[in-house]
C-alpha cells in the first residue's frame, strides 16, 4: 500500500528553526509537495521537490532524498503566523497526490 | 479575483438526502479534483477530472459522483448521503498533472450528515 508518515505534532519557539520529516512509500515517485494549512482554512502550497537535494525559498526550505524516501521542510526565524498544519504529499505513479496527516505545529512566544 | 469558489460554505443534511456540492474556478485549469479531510487523515481524493469531458475515480468514491461539463465546473454529488460522509470537502484545480503545477484549493464545505 501507499504511506506517508508525518510527526503529528511538534512545538517550536518563536524565532527558532524547526524541521519537519516526511517519509514516504509509494507505487512511482513523480515528485513531492508541501502545503501549509491554517485551522479552518484551505492547504495552499509550499514547496515542490523532484531532484534530490535542498530547495530554498526565503524563510521556508524542503529537502528531497528519493534513495531515502524521505523529505524535510525547515522552517526558519519562526513567527507566531506559522502556527498551521503542514501537508506532505507525493505524487504518485497515476499522478495522483498521496497525502500524510499532517503535521500541527504550535510556535510559543 | 482569479480562484476556486465552493458552495455552501456548510451545510447539514439529513441522511438519506441528495446533496450537490458546487465548484467553479476561474483560472483555466486542466484538472480539478475532489477530496475530503477527516481528523487524523490526510486529504483523501474522492474524483478527480484531467480535462473537461472526461472524469475519474479516486481513493474513496464509493457514494459519490462528479461531471465536468465545462472547464470551470466540477460539481459532486452524494447521492444518498450517510453519517459517514461527514467531512470537510475541498475542491482544488491545477493547471496540469505533471511537474511542478500545484493544486489549488477553494476554502471548502463542511458537510455534517445527521
Known amino acids: 500500500g501507499q504511506n506517508i508518515d508525518q510527526p503529528t505534532e511538534m512545538t517550536a519557539t518563536e524565532g527558532a528553526i524547526v524541521q519537519i520529516n516526511c517519509t514516504y512509500q509509494t507505487s512511482g515517485f513523480n515528485g513531492l509537495f508541501w502545503y501549509q494549512q491554517h485551522a479552518g482554512e484551505a492547504p495552499t502550497f509550499l514547496s515542490y521537490n523532484v531532484l534530490d537535494g535542498l530547495e530554498e525559498k526565503g524563510r521556508f526550505s524542503s529537502f528531497l532524498s528519493r534513495s531515502k524516501g524521505y523529505s524535510y521542510l525547515l522552517l526558519k526565524e519562526l513567527q507566531m503566523k506559522d502556527s498551521a498544519s503542514y501537508l506532505c504529499a507525493v505524487r504518485d505513479s497515476n499522478y495522483q497526490l498521496i497525502w500524510g496527516a499532517g503535521t500541527k505545529l504550535i510556535i510559543k512566544p | ?114
Not at chain 2, 493547471?95 to 493544486?103: K, L, R, V, Y
Open chain 2, 1 to 114: 479575483i482569479a480562484g476556486i469558489t465552493q458552495a455552501p460554505t456548510s451545510q447539514i443534511l439529513a441522511a438519506g438526502r441528495r446533496m450537490t456540492l458546487r465548484c467553479t474556478q476561474d483560472m483555466r485549469h486542466n484538472a480539478m479534483y475532489w477530496y475530503r479531510q477527516d481528523l487524523g487523515l490526510g486529504l483523501r481524493l474522492i474524483h478527480y477530472s484531467n480535462t473537461a469531458g472526461t472524469t475519474g475515480k479516486g481513493e474513496v468514491p464509493d457514494g459519490y459522483s462528479v461531471s465536468r461539463a465545462n472547464t470551470d465546473d466540477f460539481p459532486l454529488t452524494l447521492a444518498s448521503a450517510v453519517p459517514s460522509q461527514t467531512s470537510v470537502y475541498f475542491c482544488a484545480s491545477s493547471d496540469g498533472t505533471s511537474g511542478g503545477n500545484e493544486q489549488f484549493f477553494g476554502p471548502g464545505t463542511r458537510l455534517t450528515v445527521l
